[in-house]
């Protein structure tokens, strides 16, 4: 299970927001953000993260579908890979 983050948000205007984790601001590098709380499952922050013209990645990465997000995509046709 994924450890909890220390999290601090504070929106000022339309398009002006913090989004603190653990102590570094990570709004700039976000379209948007959802924060969601759940009584079983407790608070969980979920960041769009724009990609800036310009970047790149290569490696290896874990990705991961949302439970309702996959049963859309399996509806439509797609096959999910098997561990």
Known sequence: MTQ?????ITTRAPHDATIEIDGRDVAPQCRAFTLTSDVHDGTTLTLDVGIHRGAQYHGDAIVRVSPENEQLLVELGWTPPRP
Do not use: E, G, K, M
Request: charged fraction near 20%; proline fraction near 20%.
């Open 4 to 8: 909890p983050a220390q999290v601090r």
